[in-house]
């Protein structure tokens, strides 16, 4: 089984990105704990881009592919009514998940259209809330 796990715009930058938000440590580094804590039966598909329809290709792909899927969807989270639309196309488990804690952060980060379709939704936890959203996945998954 794959899990894939979805990054948007500006994410390819993590680690040196505003690292007093967002740490140091990059999407590389998430590729590997996302690995670590999925277990022998699932596998980690980690993709990144900065396009809007990019990350809608990827979602109708998982349609097909994935059992699950953690997307931190950056500034599209706040922004892409297709993002949404497409997560509404997927039928397994979809976690949300930010690295930074959104609702201390500006107003314009509080509301998620990602949310409207998430099963469970991970903010302020740094990259723990990868592994955080992949374990949910593997554990709603696992039969
Ligand atoms: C983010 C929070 C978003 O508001 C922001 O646009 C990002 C990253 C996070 O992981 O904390 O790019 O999703």
């Known amino acids: 089984k794959t899990i894939y796990v979805l990054n948007g715009p500006n994410l390819n930058l993590l680690g040196k990105r505003q690292p007093e938000i967002y740490g140091r440590e990059t999407l590389e580094d998430v590729e590997k704990l996302c690995q670590s804590v999925a277990g022998e039966a699932h596998q980690i598909r980690l993709l990144q881009s900065n396009w809007e329809g ?21 500034a599209l989270t706040h922004t892409s009514v297709a993002v949404l639309d497409a997560l509404n196309t997927f039928e397994g488990p979809v976690i949300e998940v930010h690295i930074s804690q959104v609702h201390k952060r500006e107003a314009f980060r509080h509301h998620s259209y990602v949310s409207m379709r998430a099963d469970g939704v991970i903010a302020g936890l740094g990259l723990e809330g990868y592994a955080a959203g992949v374990r949910r996945v593997v554990q709603l998954t696992k039969d």
Do not use: F, S, T
């Open 54 to 74: 990019q990350i809608v290709d990827w979602i109708h792909e998982a349609r097909e592919k994935a059992c699950g899927i953690v997307i931190n969807p950056a």
